[in-house]
């Protein structure tokens, strides 16, 4: 009898036990996050709209391109032989680029080297002749025929050693083109041509071109509306320019250049196909991150004044119109319309419509809410502080305080 007891006793408690452990679970279970744990069922966080500044920014399709891109032509024809860089490397002025066969070139310095040579000994005899017949025709024993004979072969000897060193000067030029140069600092473009093209002065593509991107130019353009609002200051372009704010870049893949940039250019026509202006922003570009062609955004900061901003997770959109809660006099809350700028940072809303200064919204919960519903409003700080309780509670096992 005792032991039946016993028995019995043990299957309640198990019971139990398993009992408590299933609640346990599916409280859990349910309170995932923030939204699951229950701040009082009829407590909303509640914030008072006021006017404030708001750091909005302005986008305009840019083209990036280096201070210079030269292009590199070869000066003499021949076959390329050698390609002295990589594709996108970064040279220095005077760095080989290419190497066009020397052969021909060799040879004709070699033959213009050896004309100059014969030239000079030429005329070493030339004027050698000459002064010997200089003093026989002062002693009057050649006729001045002879010896003025003398003189314009002396002439002609001089003078064509001046063309064989024009000729040596001119080869020694060719085969020095023979090794393509860097023009200037700066970083490679492409190869359209490889070892064993032909190439000449008049191919229509060029070998490469060389871009100088220590500081690069930034190309875009705006309306002339929007260059009015930055330039109504007045004063000379100079100190319209150096008044204009610093502006940002954003790069192809979305991320914001490090560096800010200056407008340095504005042009001074306006597009009358598109009404738009031409500027030029410059970028330092110390990391050699810009490259000459690409494409970028500048971005116009600036602020705006006076707006009422509002969470975005306030608001609920329905057919394509945005509605907020705003708390009245007696806690009920009102279903109402707001309007908002096209303008938004991705957290907030520029309200301007809808709303004044001192009404109070509710800022979190708002899709579990009803026209006229009744609530009891708290600070969002006053639900934080209630939420992180909640969560120490939860972690410390505390289940019946948790969750009320």
Do not use: W
């Not at 600092?185 to 490889?194: A, E, K, N």
């Not at 579990?368 to 934080?384: F, V």
Request: glycine letters at 8%; one cysteine or more; a neutral charge.
């Amino acid at each position: 009898m005792n032991i039946s007891m016993s028995t019995k006793r043990n299957r309640s408690l198990s019971s139990s036990r398993v009992a408590f452990y299933a609640l346990t679970l599916s409280v859990l279970t349910a309170c995932g996050g923030q939204g699951g744990m229950k701040m009082g069922d009829d407590q909303f966080a509640v914030q008072a709209v006021a006017f404030t500044s708001s750091n909005q920014s302005t986008q305009y399709p840019a083209t990036i391109k280096g201070l210079q891109d030269i292009e590199i032509r070869p000066q003499v024809s021949g076959f390329i032989v050698k390609l002295c860089v990589d594709e996108g490397a970064t040279v220095h002025k005077g760095q080989a680029l290419f190497q066009i066969d020397p052969t021909q070139y060799k040879a004709a310095y070699d033959q213009a080297k050896a004309s100059v040579a014969s030239a000079k000994a030429n005329l070493e005899t030339v004027t050698s002749t000459e002064a010997n017949k200089k003093m026989l025709h002062e002693q009057k024993i050649i006729s001045d025929f002879e010896y003025q004979t003398a003189v314009n072969n002396l002439l002609s000897a001089k003078a064509s050693l001046a063309q064989a060193e024009a000729a040596y000067a001119a080869a020694k030029q060719n085969l020095g083109f023979c090794t393509v140069t860097s023009p200037s600092d700066g970083v490679i473009g492409t190869f359209p041509y490889r070892v064993g093209a032909l190439v000449s002065p008049s191919v229509a593509e060029p070998l490469t071109t060389v871009s100088q991107i220590g500081d690069m130019y930034v190309y875009f353009s705006m309306t002339e509306k929007q260059l009015l609002d930055l330039t109504r200051a007045g004063g000379t372009l100079k100190e319209q320019l150096e008044k204009m704010p610093a502006v940002k870049l954003q790069l192809a893949d979305g991320t914001m250049y490090s560096e800010e940039g200056k407008i340095d250019a504005v042009s001074g026509v306006i597009d009358q196909s598109t009404g738009s202006v031409s500027m030029r922003a410059i970028f330092q570009n110390k990391q050699n991150v810009l490259r000459s062609g690409g494409m970028a955004n500048v971005v116009f900061p600036y602020t705006m004044n006076d707006v009422i901003l509002i969470p975005q997770s306030a608001t609920q959109e329905i057919q394509d119109k945005k509605f907020v809660y705003v708390l009245q006099s007696d806690n009920t809350i009102k279903h109402t319309e707001v309007q908002i700028s096209n303008l938004n940072d991705g957290k907030n809303y520029i309200v301007t419509g809808g709303l004044k200064p001192g009404d109070k919204i509710v800022v979190e919960g708002v899709q579990t809410l009803s026209d006229g519903q009744k609530i009891t409003p708290i600070t969002p700080a006053e639900k934080e502080a209630k939420y992180q309780k909640a969560l120490q509670d939860q972690k410390e096992g505390n289940i019946q305080t948790a969750f009320n």
